[in-house]
């Protein structure tokens, strides 16, 4: 703390105007280097959507040739299972003319025509082929014009021509177009232009907010318009902030100054606090390894004593006088066997084992094994479980902690009087709170945690420095007020609500 104050008053308008300056500057190549990486990133954007547009363009038309052989491949097949069909049929009985026209109607053909191996012909409807004739000794699927014609031979000899119309193919080239494909990509929001170019016309003429690309696509050049609106509003608007923070840099400045000064009291507060709780780590650390050899020099003799006593209690022929002393002297070795207890308990590493604990099942546990000492001191106990669920915390320690405030909270009215438990849900968590009255420490409330503190005549003053130990090993707080005039809350914070 004294290293802190030095480093305040060094801390003078001269380094102030300095770092003003040394913001701003920061605040400029800031603004450069956001501009910068806008247009970084918009080259970037550009290549990857003019790569894109390219691969989706030849995607969609190397797609129109797949659907278009595709297409061919189904028509052939239909046609020849057709025309074997119709083959079979004419073996049965054979066609008229009238016959097969119907047939091409209701299957959707054009027309239809079988020749026999001598040459005679039986087409319909009539003059629906442009030359009725066998082509080849095998099937084979032309495009004429307005439909597609199959020559299927015929085993016996001839052949049977199906026409059939060439309108799927035609709605299947106009989809894969590619006018139709850069109609459907002109409709990104990032395109502002997308068409087959022109020879002589100029695309740029009144698109200042437009970077065109030329593609080659098909043999053919595509004009291509991205649209940076977007872009130029943002260096727009890095260039007005730092217009907006140059002209209230005055302003700026003293409130920075203001700031500093805030930031320089916190600073010192924070170095307060941070060497307290060194301190009393340290203290605390130090007292736990006191404790530990006090208590462990101390237990044998103590425990040699007991066994002394109860010998002589047991042996020796002693008169009343002589037995209320022995008595005494037995109670006196219990309480300082307590103390060293306690002294053994703080000293000891508090090393949680989390697991799912029912919170309102272990504090009624609690409240049940001391009711029959409120029911004697005449405490009446209130318990109000809002909260229903499991915590991760260690039950064993949790029992403890309870266990111990309640004890406090009883033993703080030997005249009777209430005790008050609650949990509810609190700050992604859960908060216990016991409250009871007989406190009497109000000046002294932030000091219940500190080893050795106590409010009570014969209290070893570790109990509530245990707690403390318990409720920070679970990561939660432990809290102390005075609600009303006599009337002290321990409140118990716990995260890790399941």
């Known amino acids: 703390m004294s290293e802190a104050r030095p480093v305040s008053r060094a801390w ?24 910068y990486y806008l247009r970084q990133t918009l080259k970037g954007h550009l ?66 025509a079988v020749l026999g191996p001598e040459g005679r012909a039986v087409s319909g409807p009539a003059g629906w082929a442009e030359v009725i004739s066998c082509v080849g000794n095998r099937d084979l699927l032309s495009k004429k014009s307005g439909y597609f014609l199959l020559s299927w031979p015929r085993p016996q000899g001839g052949c049977i021509l199906i026409g059939y119309p060439d309108r799927p ?5 106009e989809q894969f177009s590619l006018t139709s494909i850069l109609t459907f990509l002109a409709s990104s929001p990032q395109i502002s232009l997308l068409e087959v170019a022109e020879p002589g016309r100029d695309y740029g003429d009144g698109r200042a907010d437009t970077v065109l ?37 005055a302003g ?43 208590a462990h020099e101390v237990r044998n003799p103590l425990n040699a004593i007991g066994l002394g006593l109860q010998r002589v209690e047991m042996e020796a022929n002693l008169e009343d006088e002589h037995k209320a002393l022995l008595a005494a002297m037995e109670k006196a ?31 009624q546990q609690q409240l049940l094994l001391r009711k029959p000492q409120c029911t004697q001191a005449n405490i009446e106990v209130e318990y109000d479980g809002a909260f229903v669920g499991r915590i991760e915390a260690d039950a064993d320690l949790l029992a403890q ?15 009777g009087g209430w005790l008050h438990v609650e949990t509810r849900s609190h700050d992604d968590g859960v908060l216990v709170s016991f409250a009871n009255p007989g406190f009497q420490k109000s000046a002294d409330i ?49 995260p890790g609500v399941g």
Request: hydrophobic letters at 45%; charged letters at 20%.
């Open 213 to 249: 690309e030329t593609l080659v696509v098909d043999g053919r050049q595509v004009v291509v318009g991205f649209d940076t609106r977007l872009y130029r509003q943002q260096v727009r608007r890095i260039w007005q902030n730092f217009i907006l923070y140059a002209s209230f840099f």
């Open 252 to 294: 700026f400045g003293l409130l920075l100054t203001f700031i500093l000064y805030r930031l320089q009291q916190q600073h010192i507060a924070e170095i307060t606090r941070y060497e307290r709780e060194l301190a009393r780590q340290q203290e605390d650390a130090v007292l736990g390894r006191a404790a530990a050899t006090i």
């Open 333 to 363: 070795m219990r309480r300082t066997n307590t103390i060293v207890e306690g002294l053994l308990r703080y000293s000891r590493p508090v090393e949680p084992h989390f697991d799912a604990v029912d919170l309102d099942r272990l504090l």
């Open 169 to 173: 193919l035609r709605k299947v080239q």
């Open 12 to 35: 003078s308008w001269k380094m102030n105007l300095l770092a003003f300056g040394l913001v701003t500057v920061a605040v400029l190549l800031y603004s450069l280097g956001q501009v």
């Open 446 to 494: 932030d000091r219940l945690a500190e080893p050795y503190f106590s409010g009570k005549v014969r209290g070893s003053g570790l109990g509530l420095a245990i707690c403390a130990k318990i409720v920070e090993s679970h990561r939660g707080i432990l809290d102390f007020k005075e609600i009303r005039p006599g009337v002290l809350q321990v409140g118990v914070w716990l």
């Open 47 to 112: 290549a990857d959507n003019r790569q894109m547009i390219l691969a989706a363009i030849n995607h969609q038309i190397e797609l129109g040739t797949l659907a278009e052989e595709a297409l061919n491949e189904t028509i052939l097949l239909f046609l020849s299972n057709s025309a074997r069909f119709l083959n079979f049929l004419n073996d049965v009985e054979a066609f008229d003319q009238q016959e097969l026209a119907s047939f091409a109607d209701e299957n959707g053909l054009t027309g239809v």
């Open 401 to 415: 902690l309870f266990d111990n405030i309640i004890k406090n909270g009883i033993e703080a009215q030997p005249a």
